[in-house]
């Protein structure tokens, strides 16, 4: 599938990825740091965030002012991502202005300036988005849920932060955290588009291999794999409408059970693209639990949610109820779905419908440049680049008593965390 990436690794560390497409004069430059909420320590959290927001501040070659004129002058667009096991930054430009976009990031894994104004500005920007996310009723019902699902792990905080961290955190413990992980020996390059491979390679070793890289990486992070008991989870507030979700442990993406996990969410809720671009999409009515709940009017909407992440993380399942439906009887209905998808013969080729449809967001989620260049690096923060290579061949290998087996290993109705938003409660509650 992928016969024409190529992967380099320089002397300092750096990783590369490299794929030639000559459909557009376009590149996608991605820089990806092995650097998430993963790595944040109490008191710390939401600081590998907090950095991404620094790296547009400015360098004394690149300052903040010029940055964005200079890649909008070309025509290119470029942005920035944190995530649980990730930063990534990525600029997609005309081919022949690509230079500007490596000399800035070149720069900027090194020469960041963090000024103490920029940082007192940016902490009052991310206090006002914490504050509006918090603001959001079904978001609140979601960090209440993650909250509870793991006792340690950190996957449990926020990729924004607590508001009493972004008080607290100083421009040192900025810097600090940026010196610390923005480092060539913990990065990843991956390009896509219209260049020559060998010439592109001499002009990242030129422009990279120069930045040295002492990187030690974190001491190993103990795995929660199950959920430890049920819990449940009542939350209220403003607004009209009841939310629903339900979360169970799911596989880490390197997991063998991780591609069983994706056609059973595929026939549970229907399917889902892991390429944060999407990119087209597949209707999800034809799903089991769609043509229970709301084809039968219980539910507005549902929705289902695996993600690709370097720990056992969550699968949950979240629904907007019409209203005057009762919860408990979705949650029942939703019960009761599993037993059925566990102890009734799955047809084989309702596995092979769900295997056509991945196939096809996954299609989806290549069908420009910038997504190709996501695709090279994104594979590798979280597994490695065999897993994006085989991935289709994994997911064809899928047979129905695979999907039957995750099931009933993950989907477990005494380990798992149900989360309830009522409108206009008086208060909120938490029962375990």
């Known amino acids: 599938m992928d016969s024409s990436v190529t992967r380099v690794k320089l002397s300092n560390g750096l990783t590369i990825h490299m794929k030639e497409i000559h459909t557009a004069p376009i590149i996608s430059h991605w820089v990806w740091y092995r650097v998430g909420s993963r790595n944040e320590i109490p008191g710390l959290s939401g600081i590998s965030h907090w950095v991404e927001h620094m790296q547009f501040k400015g360098t004394p070659q690149f300052p903040a002012s010029q940055l964005d004129k200079a890649i909008s002058r070309t025509g290119g667009s470029w942005n920035a991502f944190t995530y649980m096991d990730w930063t990534t930054y990525y600029e997609t430009m005309p081919a022949n202005k690509i230079d500007l976009a490596m000399d800035l990031e070149a720069d900027r894994m090194v020469n960041s300036l963090f000024n103490p104004v920029d940082v007192e500005s940016e902490r009052t920007v991310i206090i006002s988005e914490k504050e509006g996310k918090d603001n959001e009723p079904f978001l609140r019902l979601s960090n209440a849920v993650n909250e509870a699902a793991f006792l340690s792990h950190p996957y449990r905080n926020e990729v924004i932060g607590s508001l009493e961290d972004l008080q607290r955190i100083q421009r040192d413990d900025l810097y600090h955290h940026y010196r610390k992980y923005y480092q060539p020996a913990n990065a990843i390059i991956s390009m896509a588009g219209d260049f020559n491979t060998s010439e592109m390679i001499e002009k990242i070793q030129n422009k990279f291999v120069s930045i040295s890289s002492e990187f030690s990486p974190d001491p190993e992070i103990q795995p929660e794999y199950e959920l430890k008991g049920k819990k449940e989870i009542l939350l209220s507030g403003p607004g009209d409408t009841i939310f629903i979700q339900i979360a169970y442990r799911s596989p880490s993406a390197s997991d063998p059970d991780f591609f069983g996990f994706t056609i059973l969410d595929s026939l549970l809720s229907g399917p889902a693209s892991l390429n944060m671009f999407g990119g087209g999409g597949t209707s999800n009515k034809t799903s089991r ?141 938490q029962s375990s």
Do not use: C
């Open 289 to 429: 639990l769609y043509k229970k709940l709301v084809d039968k009017r219980f539910a507005v909407s549902l929705a289902g949610g695996l993600q690709a992440t370097l720990d056992p993380h969550l699968y949950d399942l979240s629904i907007t109820l019409h209203q005057g439906q009762d919860p408990e009887i979705v949650i029942k209905t939703i019960d009761q779905e599993i037993v059925r998808l566990i102890e009734k013969r799955i047809r084989k080729s309702e596995i092979q419908k769900a295997v056509k449809q991945a196939r096809a967001m996954f299609a989806y989620g290549l069908e420009n440049i910038t997504n190709q260049a996501f695709w090279l690096g994104y594979s590798e923060s979280f597994a490695d680049h065999d897993w994006y290579a085989n991935y289709l061949d994994r997911l064809n290998e899928i047979k129905p008593q695979d999907v039957q087996r995750v099931a009933e290993k993950y989907l477990h109705p005494e380990k798992r965390v149900i989360g309830i938003y009522h409108p206009n409660f008086s208060e909120s509650k």
